[in-house]
């Protein structure tokens, strides 16, 4: 692909906007996951997947829980693979998702919609739309930027509050959102990819809006494996330990089926809270954050 974009990609990523050929109309692959299956795909580029009632007994040993006020097993996650007949010589190590079924009612999703459509979008990368609420960072040179900074924005206030009422996240304390928008007409999808950890702490809370999707986490070193996480609609679903660390996690193509918006929060790092060698900044980040009187960044 040479010559100026209509859409946000650069370098390698594409979107259905600037792809010469659509090698993206595989078609959905959602239908395979419903609320109470762990789908695992074994040989990723065989569509081979299996619901978990497939599986024999013992094979179903799962290292991470759904917490208990999550509702139904639903969004967890993992299984020791070394037990499976499929591959035999995988020992997997996947934990650290929480989701919170249900986060928001169907007119606080509807609000919140109303709400980030006030917000002029920008293109960003691989078919996505994006709006920023958080400093300026240059994650290379490792620096950050408050000067245009002024806050999260009011219509999360109901969120930050409700997150810290939940055992998970009691100490919470988002100094950035970022709101994604995906749609399926776009071709929108996200890269594997590992969140920056220099300025971005442990959790990754993301809330869920407009439709169904489903988070692919994959390891480079065992690329037979992808653990599917089920993205309910209004669901919140927080990425940490090794799913956040270890494991790549992406969007597919065909896991984006009408319209979807993620609003991920993030967390400051060690090194940039009390304590830390760029605590003082984190301080005031931080003071901003939580204003709520924030409008987007633009990149
Ligand atoms: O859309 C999502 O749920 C994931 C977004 C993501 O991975 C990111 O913004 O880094
Ligand atoms: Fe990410």
Redo the contacts with the bound molecule.
């Keep these: 692909m040479s010559g100026p974009r209509v859409c946000g990609c650069k370098g390698i990523r594409s979107c259905r906007l600037c792809m010469a050929t659509n090698a993206q109309e595989a078609g959905p692959r959602l239908g395979g996951v419903s609320r109470d299956v762990l789908s695992c795909i074994h040989n990723a580029s065989s569509e081979d997947e299996l619901p978990v009632e497939s599986f024999p007994e013992e094979s179903q040993q799962l290292n991470t829980s759904v917490h208990p006020e999550a509702g139904p097993r639903l969004g967890w996650v993992s299984r020791d693979v070394s037990s499976c007949s499929h591959n035999a010589s995988h020992k997997i190590d996947f934990e650290g998702i929480v989701i919170i079924e249900d986060f928001v009612s169907e007119a606080e999703e509807a609000d919140l919609d109303r709400a980030i459509a006030g917000t002029h979008f920008v293109n960003s990368q691989s078919g996505r739309r994006k709006q920023d609420f958080g400093p300026k960072v240059n994650f290379k040179k490792q620096k950050v930027r408050t000067a245009n900074f002024t806050g999260l924005p009011s219509y999360s206030q109901f969120l930050y509050q409700r997150m810290k009422a939940h055992p998970h996240l009691s100490d919470f304390e988002p100094v950035e959102l ?1 709101n ?1 928008e995906y749609c399926q007409s776009r071709g929108a999808h ?1 890269d594997p ?1 590992l ?1 920056d950890d220099w300025l971005w702490g442990e959790r990754l809370v ?1 809330l869920n809006l407009l439709s169904d999707s489903v ?1 692919t986490f994959t390891l480079d070193s065992v690329p037979d494996i992808e653990v599917r996480v089920p ?1 309910l609609r209004r669901s919140l679903i927080v990425v940490a330990a090794a799913a956040r660390y270890s494991w790549k ?1 992406s ?1 597919l193509p065909g896991d984006v089926v009408g319209r979807r918006i ?1 609003m ?1 929060f993030r967390e400051l790092s060690k090194e940039f809270r009390s304590g830390g060698s760029r605590g003082q900044q984190g301080v005031e980040l931080l003071k901003l954050a939580l204003t709520f009187s924030g409008s987007a960044v633009s990149s």
């Design positions: 970022c994604l996200i990819h969140d993301t988070l993205l996690h969007i993620a991920t």
